[in-house]
């Protein structure tokens, strides 16, 4: 098999398990420290439980996201070689920074928060955890400012046959990389917010501390409502911005073959690659492609066939996600909608209280569903415009990276299913007896 094949299957499959952990840490880590606040504000100890109890959650996913972060970035060296050497000036310095300024913070003061229940005053422990939320998120925008820089290459400049950074401000503050955060960040969000609706809606159907778990289910209401109308308006953003950053993408996300203005939408469409046209175009909005992506229906969309064939992202794999990630974003918003209704007597939600738990994967798989639109998109190139995903692999033997893509199968599938075996647990087994 080709080794370049295998080492995007090993990196494809390791970037997809991490970031099953990713995104409830970035959101839990918030809705800890808020609640950890409240308590020190409002007096209610009952607060100091919830942070108790949706800290020990955090603290199992923390720990299984961390090993399978570390392994991802070691492949930057161990089967992109070529890459590494061709844009680590670049690349290589904003993860520098997410290791020694965020993730050694966020490292050291989830230790103090852990261990210092009874050591610190509420005040200094309140701290702990609120510099865990900041550094947790911080690493998050370090991450994404570094895979915004492959989707859109700046400030930079080709020296002796390598980038090197020549003005980082602009790689940090360009607009792809403020969208891709803010989209990154507000689906982690959301995960986290059906992640507390559904185990607290499991508990308050089996009538199990009520009064603690309606708590977590208010705020986790309102939390959830807030990310996920905001998600809509940030995904619309992102993809409007990729009719100029990267037409290509757009054009296999909407199946859209025709370079035309007035490009209508068709809700019902099914690509046929092979033959550079669609099978299917039903129910369609006159225009609306256009309106989508420049606010009017004279907006030229650029079509598939404008780009060589060896120049195009694969467009059933982008074409089915994106949709599929559109409609689960609207769904998160009509359920965000019913929690926030029902929020002030959630016990008496029956309906709602059955659906939640069921809702906790959705988040997950549309996540995954961004990334792949995202990454797969963004094919053939691993930089986008500058450096093909061909050539940036390490010289290696297609037997050494399978060996290796085995091996991380079987270590990776032994720590989710401990992972997953102890959040449901724990999640389970409710919160600590009240002091």
Known sequence: MDVVLLSRLQFGMAACFHYLFVPLTLGLSLLVAIFETKFVFCGDPEYRRLAKYWGKLFLINFAVGVVTGITLEFQFGTNWSRYSTHVGDVFGSLLAIEATASFFLESTFLAVWFFGWNKLSPRLHMVAIWLVAIASNLSAFWI???????????????????????????????????????????????????????????????????????????????????????????????????????????????????????????????????????????????SGLSVLAGFSPDTEVKGLRDFPREDRPPVLPVFVSFRLMVGLGFLFALFGLWAFWRRRRPGDAGRLLRLLPWMIPLPYLANQLGWIVTEVGRQPWIVYGMMRTADAGSPLEASQVAISLGAFFLVYALLGAVDFFLLVKFARKGPPAAA
């Open 144 to 286: 994404l400012t570094a895979n915004a820089w492959m989707q859109s290459p700046v400030g930079y400049a080709i020296r002796n046959g390598r980038a090197e950074l020549d003005d980082f401000f602009t790689v940090l503050f360009q607009k792809a990389s403020l969208l891709e955060i803010g989209h990154t960040l507000t689906g982690a969000y959301i995960l986290s917010g059906f992640f507390v609706l559904g185990v607290s809606a499991w508990h308050l159907r089996k009538k199990n501390e009520e009064a603690f778990f309606s708590k977590s289910f208010r705020l986790a209401a309102v939390w959830t409502l807030v990310f996920a109308v905001l998600e809509i308006g940030l995904g619309h953003m992102s993809a409007s911005h990729l009719r100029t950053s990267q037409p290509a993408k757009l054009a296999a996300m909407e199946s859209q073959w025709e370079t035309r203005s007035a490009a209508p939408m068709h809700l019902l469409l099914w690509p046929d690659e092979e033959n550079e046209r669609n099978a299917v175009e039903a129910l369609s909005v006159p």
